[in-house]
Each structure stands twice: as C-alpha cells, then as structure tokens.
C-alpha cells in the first residue's frame, strides 16, 4: 500500500468514528434504523395473506330446514366467512352490506330444500361486497368449493344424477371485479395522509429550525390563529389533491361515483383534521426537517398495509387489525369505498365518521397541547 | 443598586422583580431585579451562557419565568403577554427571516401580522423601506442577501409596527463595521423617537454606546450603570477591562 492510500485511509476512522458517535447521539434515527426493518417485516409478513379469513357474513335463509341449515355449516365451516348474524329480507341483507357491517350474504331461497329432494339442482348465491378488496376472488371459490364438496357428499349419499347443487356468486358493485375501482378510492386517501402529515410536520419544523417560529410567536398573532395558518393551507392543498384524484378516477379509471359528492368532501374533514393532528404531533417531536419526513414515512407504512387500503384487513391476524383500529385511513377507506362505489347514505357511514371524529379530537387535544408547549 | 426614576411617560419601560429562570437542574436567570427607563438605550453584557437570550425571552412573553415578575411596558409579562407583544418589537439572535421570500414580502408580512393593513400598511413600508436604504432590493429573496442586508431587514421587520419597546438580542453578530455603524445609527434614531432599546452585544465599543450597561453571569446581575460609572467602579479604563476581569473571576469561581 502507498503512503498516500494509508493517509487517505486513516482519515476514514474518524469520519467512521464520528458517524457513529451523531448516530448514537441521535436516538430517534437510531431506533427508527434498528426498528424499520423489524416492523416492516411484522407489518408485510402479517398483511400479505391472500387467504381471506373470517369475512363478516349474514344469511338470508328462506328455506329454513335442514338442509339449508346444512349448507350453512359448510360455508361457515370454510373458515373463509364468519357468520356474524341473519337477515329476514333482502333489504336488511343489503343495508348491513351498505353499512359494511358485512362484507358477504349467503342468500338460501325458500325452495332450496325442496329442489334438492326432488332431485333438481338446487340453487344458493352467495353475495360479496367487491367494492372492498376484503371480498377477494379467494372467497368466492371459497364459497364455490364449499358447495361443490357439499354437491359430492349429496350425490354419494342420495345417488343423485343431475349436478345437486349450484352456488352462484355475486360480486356487488365491482361486478368486473376491477383492482382500480377500489384501489383508485383509497389513493384519495393515502395521498392526503401523505400530503397532510409530512407537508405539515416539515413546514413546522422548517419554521422552528430557522427561528421564524419564535419570531411569530412573539408576534401579537396569537397560538390559535398561528396554528390554523399553518394548517388550513394544507387542508385546502388535499382538497384540491382529491378532485384531481377524483376527476382523474373518473376520466381514466372509470370509477363510479354513486354517492353524494358534498357529502364525501364533508366527511374528509375529520380525516383531514386527523391527519393534520398526526403532522403537528410529529413536528413536536422532530428536531429536524429529515426527522420530520422520516417519521411521517413510518407512520405511511402502517396506514398503506394496515388500512386495507391493498390487503383485506379481514385476512390479518388479530394484532394487526388492532392497529388498523386507530388508523384513521381504515375509516375514511369505507366512507370513500362507500360513498363512491356503493352510493350509500350517511346513515350507513355514521359509524366509521363517527371514529373518525373521535381519533381526530383526540389527535388533535395531544398535539395542539404538545405544541403550544413547545412554542411557550 | 441605583435607584432610576420613572421615565417621562410614567411607568417604566421594564421592571424585573427576582426574576428567575430554571431549566430542569441549571438556572439561567435567578434574582434579577432591573428598571429600564423609557427611551433608554440599555445593553445587556455577559459572557456566553449568562443568561441574556433568557431574560429577553422572558420579557417577550416568549416563555413563563420559574419565578418572580417582569412588567414591560407597564404590563405584566405573564398575564398580559399578548398586549405586551403588540407594543414590543423584538429581533432575535437568528433574524427570523422567511429566506423564500422577497425583502417587500417579509416586510409586508410582519406589518400585517402586527396589525397593519390598507393606506396605512402601504405608507408605512414606502417608509421604513426608504429610511433603511432598501429600495434596490425591495424584490431580492431574503436568503440571498447579505448579512447586513438580513440584519438590516430584519430590524425594519421587528418595528414594522413602531413598537414602544425593542429587544435586539446580539443584532450586529457577524456584521461588518461600516453595517455596524449603520446600525447603531439606526438605533440612536430609533431612541430619539421615543423607543426603548435593550441590547446585547459582545463588541465592547456597541457597549460603550449604551447609556446604561447590565453585567450578567451565570444568571446574576453584577454590575450595573452608565459605561463610566462602571469602568470606574472597577477602577478600569475601558468596558472591555471591565468584562475581561468578571468573565476572569467568574472563571475562577467555575474551576
Ligand atoms: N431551552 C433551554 N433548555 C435548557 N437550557 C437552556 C435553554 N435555553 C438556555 N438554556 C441554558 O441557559 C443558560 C443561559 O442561556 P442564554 O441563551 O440565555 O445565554 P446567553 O447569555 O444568551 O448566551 P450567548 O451569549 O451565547 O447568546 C445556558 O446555560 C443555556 O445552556
Ligand atoms: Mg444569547
């Protein structure tokens, strides 16, 4: 080795040394280095199941007898749906689907059992709501499978000769079954948690790292009217970002818009508060722009793969669809899903609006408190 | 200490009682007591970590003292902080200029934020835009200028509202001596109005400008008058001996 290579060499200690005393220093990095890989792992491992479990389903049984009975013990036997109550007509079978209380209906007719003894193929159909991708095409032949080994053991047990039993699926509202039609909804609401968190978290901090905070806040300009300043702005950029998704959807994609539009923008205001909330507590905790941008991408990961923004959150073990639980995303997914592909009214979103609402103030009483504090 | 009368218009510009400051185990400020007088250039010395950035923002309104009680232009710092701030001005250490925008928008920014709009808004940054000499830069961003540009806008911005009082913390840091002495012009006009001016410095000839001079360390205050009442209080001939010597002893009681 040259004498000129060693020096060069010996500069790298250092600057080896350095790096990894800042790194040490700087905890939040630290952590987020170490913890990244982990939790995307749990994350990606744990989402990534195609095999759709426990789908919340109702059954409209007409033919109340037994071998209706039977049929429903084989689809709830399946794994795939989870009975989660009966319907007496097909109104209140399509207000639960509307009200994503159910993601699926077992439909019986009344002469179900009475086909099947004269040996005619009976028929069943099974509904899923294909406007959320919980309802994927594995629940369907799920369904199909379940009542065709069900039509094997009826034709060795009663000899039959015609096909015994036919399970017909339906997909509503997605009836081509198109990943766009609801993958297109829930950009609109990946792209405002995007734009809503890290726009907001990195202006803050921009401000406070280049000591323009403080010289706002001695300003007569009072926190509050500070604060909204910072954040209206951004709230009216995702507006702004959810018509151009929309029209966009609308023009490329083909993506209905069965609802009340009104009412959509309206909803997306606790959303917007919500994710506003997740931006200004990270900037209180952020001393960086980079820290501010890398906290808002970890706080993405979970909202892309937990949401069931892309993976059916109904295929997630349970501890992942806890987290789910706090997300706001997981709401404004089924009031987006809702409003666009179903047309569903408010009556049936008032649930998911509802949670919105709650996580937001509670975001919001946090972060606005942390932040006055930081500012005092 | 010396006892100051109240100044024309009454109340004092500043009065501190025991004021102190802590953060977590270290205090920064403790047992301040100092009157300011209306129209006073005053300038806050000590060395680095003495506790002159506190006492400012404590007196802005910026952040709540541990203890004791500030009045600033009559009003109290803790439970009139908001109508202190509409007649303060203050220009911290850093400029807290927006470097994306232009000299004219900074400058329209502030004034608005304090208040000003319309005729009024208008007529009043033509002003300060000329008596600061910043015609040829009204459109320039503010991050591409220079650092007696910054400091020079960043003073028209902290007036923008022609407050009564005006916290200048370390304004000709990093300045050269011709914006220097431009500066202090700009302060001994801005005396001659009416305003009172706290200033801290570390040039020693800044603080032989001042009327009077407060001596901080490690949070007391210890010393205090007129540039001359102090040098002979030390039996020194210049305010510098005067700071070497307490920065020397307040080393000595650290080692
Ligand atoms: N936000 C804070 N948190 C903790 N300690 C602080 C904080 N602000 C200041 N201090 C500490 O308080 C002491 C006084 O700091 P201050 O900034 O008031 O000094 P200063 O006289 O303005 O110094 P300089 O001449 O370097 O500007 C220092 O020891 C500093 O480390
Ligand atoms: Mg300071």
Known sequence: MSLVTRVRLSRFWPMLWKEFVQMRRDRLTLGMMTMLPAVQLMLFGYAIQTDVRHLPTV????????????????????????????????EALRAEIMASRASAALVIPPDYARDLRAGRTATAQMIVDAADPQSSSAAMSGA??????????IVTERAALVPPLEMRVRPWFNPAQRSAIFIVPGVIGVLLTITLTLITSTAIVRERERGTLEQLVVTPIGKTSLMLGKLVPFMLVGYVQMTVVLGLGKLIFRIPTEGSIPMLYLLALPFMFASLGVGLLISTVARSQAQAMQLSFFFMLPNILLSGYIFPRVAMPEPAQWIGLVLPLTYFLKVLRGILLKGVVFTDVW?????????ATVLLAVSVRRFRKTIE | MTVTPAGPSGAPAVVTRALRKEFGASVAVEGLDLTINRGEVFGLL???GSGKTTTIRMLCALMAPTSGSAEVVGLDIEHQGERVRERIG???????????LTVYENLRF???????????RAKR???????????DRINQLAGTLSGGWKQRLALACATAHSPEML????????????????FWKSIYDLAAAGTTILVTTHYMDEAERCQRLAFLSRGHLIALGTPKEITTQFGATSIEDVFIELQRRDEGVRV
């Open chain 1, 144 to 153: 199909q499978l379940a009542a065709a080994a069900l039509a094997t053991q």
């Open chain 1, 351 to 359: 649930q998911p609006t509802v949670s919105m609402i709650v996580i």
């Open chain 2, 167 to 182: 916290f200048l913390d370390e304004p000709t840091a990093g300045v050269d001596p011709a914006a220097r002495r431009d």
């Open chain 1, 59 to 90: 059954v409209l049984d007409e033919s109340r007898t037994a071998d209706s009975r039977r049929l429903i013990g084989v689809i709830a036997n399946t794994g795939n749906f989870q009975i989660v109550g009966e319907v007496a007509s097909r």
């Open chain 2, 125 to 135: 940054l033509a002003e300060h835009i000329h008596t600061l000499g910043l015609d």
């Open chain 2, 90 to 100: 203050y220009m911290s250490q850093r400029y807290g200029l927006y470097d994306d």
């Open chain 2, 46 to 48: 000590g060395p680095n």
């Open chain 2, 110 to 120: 502030y004034s608005t934020v304090y208040g000003l709009h319309g005729d009024a």
